[in-house]
C-alpha cells in the first residue's frame, strides 16, 4: 500500500480565466454564488457555507480553467507536500489568506495546496420544511412553497478530470494527499481507464468522490467542477431560474449510479461545465471500494441520459 505525504481533507475551490469578469459574475449569481470579493481583474466567488470562496476567475483575453485547491488539514501537512515536490509556500492572496503551495500534475494542471484559510461566517438558508414521504407525514397545516430564484450553493464538492494516463495520474494524486478509491473505472476486467477519488478522513464520512480521473481519447482537460445545493427543492428551483435568464443547459436533471446524486449540469458562459447536485453518498475510510464500468459511469438511475458526445468518449 502507497504511504501518501498528507491526507487532504476536501477540495476548496476551482480557478478560471475569462475576458469578461461581469459576465462571469452574473452566471454565478444565478448559479447559487454570492460574492466574496471583486478587483477590477479578479472575481472571488463563495456560497453559503463556511469556505471564504470556492469559485475565482480572472481576466484573460483566453479563457479557459486555471487550476484548483485542495485543502489540507494543516501547516505541517502542507510543508511535507511542498518539501516533496521541491517547492515553496507563500501566502495565499485571496479571501481567506492560509498558505498555498503550487504544484504541477502530470498532464501540467495547477494543483493548489492550501492550509490555515480562515472560514467565512456561513449564511443562512431559507427555512426548509420536513417531507411527506414513505408513510412518514411529519409536515402538518404547513404548506410546501420553494422559494424562487438562484440554487444556493454549499460548497465545491467535486472536480473532475481528464487525464492522459490515468494510473500515472492516480499515484500522483494518492501519493500527495491520500486519497481512497470509491470505485475504479474498468471497461474491462483488469483494465482500469479511471477512478472515483475520495478524502481519507478515517472515521469521519466524506463524499463519494472529491476528484475523479478519467483517462480517455480526447487531449487532457478540464471536464467539470460540482457545487452541491441546499436539496432537492433548491436544486429544481434553480434549474428553472437558470433555463429563464437563458443560460446553456447541458445534462439533467437525474441521479447518478455511482455517487448517487442527483445532478443538474450547465455551461458557463465560455462553456465551462459546471454542475449542482444534492443527496451524494457519504463513506468513511474503512468502507473501502468497487469496480465501476462504462454503463454504471454513463447511464442513469433515473432521468436524463447522458447527451452524446464528439467521438463517443464519455462524460
Known sequence: MMTSIAKAHDVAYVRFRAPDLSKMHSFLLDFGMRDAEIETDRLFMRGFGASPFVHATEIAD????????????????LRRVAAHDGIEIHPLDAPGGGMVARLTDPDGFTVEAVAGQT???????PDRAPWNEGGAYP???????????????????????GVSNFRRSEQWYKQRFGLVTSDE??????????????????????????IFLLE???????????????DLDDLMVGHEHLKHAGHTHYWGIGR?????????????????EIEHWTDGDQLVAADGGGIGHIPELMGVQWGMPMPPLPGGEPA
Open 62 to 77: 483566453t479563457p479557459g480553467f486555471a487550476g484548483f485547491g485542495i485543502r489540507l488539514p494543516d501547516l505541517d501537512a
Open 256 to 272: 447518478h449510479f455511482l455517487g448517487s446524486q442527483i445532478f443538474d449540469y450547465w455551461r458557463d458562459p465560455w462553456g465551462n
Open 185 to 210: 473505472i474498468q471497461p474491462q476486467p483488469g483494465v482500469a481507464i479511471g477512478a472515483f477519488m475520495r478524502c481519507d478522513r478515517g472515521d469521519q464520512p466524506c463524499d463519494h468522490h472529491t
Open 119 to 125: 472560514p467565512a461566517q456561513p449564511v443562512a438558508l
Open 216 to 230: 480517455r481519447p480526447a487531449p487532457p482537460g478540464y471536464m467539470h467542477a460540482a457545487f452541491e445545493v441546499a
Open 139 to 161: 409536515r402538518r397545516n404547513d404548506f410546501r412553497r420553494a422559494e424562487r430564484g438562484p440554487s444556493h450553493v454549499q460548497r465545491l464538492g467535486h472536480v473532475v478530470l
